[in-house]
DNA sequence: GCCCAGGGATGCG
DNA sequence: CGCATCCATGGG
C-alpha cells in the first residue's frame, strides 16, 4: 500500500489492506453512502469522497487530514493482519474481511450513535441518526453536519421519539443534557480505566456500548465489545451455550490482548455478512 | 403473531 | 457481585 497526496486528493495505490465497502460495513459508522464504485463518508460537519479503480483509492474532502486520520492510513495493517491469521477462529475472517480498517471518528458523535445502537439494528440507527442530523444538524447544503452538543441540547424527549429511539429517548435526554463539552474534551486526555468508567456514568452506556466508544472514538485497541452476534460467534467457536457477555468479553479481551478491537472487527464483519448463526 | 437487532436499567437476593 | 425482567420499534 502505497499513499500519496496531490492538493485535493489522497490516492492510495495497492490498497491490499483497505477496502472501502468493507470499512464502511462493518458496523463502526453510520453515515455513509455507497453507490457502485463510488462513496461518501461523513463525520462532524465534514464529507469525503471515495473512489475505487482496480489498482488503487482517490479520497477527496474538503478536509484530506481529518480523514487521513479517520481512515488510519498511517498504520500498517498488514502486520496486524499476519499477527491475526496465525489464530485458528480468525484466519477465515481476516481473509473475508482483508481491507478493514478501524475508523478513527468523532468521540462525540461515537457515544451519540451507539447510544442509539442498544438492542437495536443497523437499519434503524442509521435511520435515527439521519433524523437527528436533518431535524439538528446544520444545512451544508448536499448533506447535513451530525449535530453539535449544543444543537442536541435543544432536543426533547418527544423529538427523541420522533427520531425512532424509542426508549432509549429518555436516555439520550438524560445524557445530552447532563454532557458538557469540557467531559468529552477531558475524556482524551485519560487513562483507559478513567474513560471507561466515566462512559459507564452516562445513561444508556453500558460495558459494550463503552467499550464501541473506547475503540471507536478514542482509539483504544485493547477492548473487545460483544454484543448478540459475537455472543454467536463465541458459542460457534467454543462450541459452548454461553450467554454471561461479561465472560465472554473477558476471555476474548485476554486472547486477543492489544489486537482485541482489531479481532472483534474482522469476526463482526465475517459473521454477520454471512448471517451464520 | 413471533423473533430479532452492535444492550441497558432496575430491582432483588 | 450475579441474575431475571422489562423495555420501543420495525423488518423478516
Known sequence: MRIERTRDK????????????????CGQIFRYVIDGD???VYSRDKCARLVTY??????SSNDLDYFHNFFDLDRDYSSIKTALREDEFLKKA???????????????????????????????????????????????????AFPTLEELEKASIEDYRLAGLGYRA???YETISRLSKEDI???????????????????????????????????VKNVFPVDTWINKVYNRLTNT???????????????????SGYAQQYFFYYFRDNKLS
Open 241 to 259: 451455550n454461553e450467554s454471561d457477555r461479561k465472560k465472554i468479553t473477558r476471555e476474548l479481551t485476554a486472547r486477543y490482548g492489544d489486537l
Open 170 to 172: 429518555e436516555q439520550m
Open 10 to 25: 489522497i490516492i492510495v495505490f495497492e490498497p491490499e489492506d483497505f477496502n472501502v465497502v468493507q470499512t464502511l460495513c
Open 94 to 144: 481476516v481473509d473475508f474481511g482483508y481491507g478493514i480498517r478501524i475508523i478513527n471518528n468523532d468521540l462525540y458523535e461515537i457515544l451519540v450513535s451507539f447510544i442509539i445502537s442498544a438492542n437495536n439494528n443497523i437499519g434503524r440507527i442509521k435511520r435515527s441518526i439521519e433524523y437527528l442530523c436533518s431535524h439538528f444538524g446544520r444545512n451544508m447544503g448536499e448533506y447535513y
Open 54 to 59: 482496480t489498482d488503487r483509492i482517490e479520497i
Open 185 to 219: 474534551d477531558n475524556l482524551h486526555q485519560q487513562s483507559t480505566k478513567e474513560q471507561f468508567d466515566f462512559l459507564l456514568t452516562l445513561k444508556g452506556v453500558g460495558e459494550k456500548v463503552a467499550n464501541c466508544i473506547l475503540l471507536f472514538g478514542l482509539g
Open 38 to 40: 463510488e462513496a461518501v
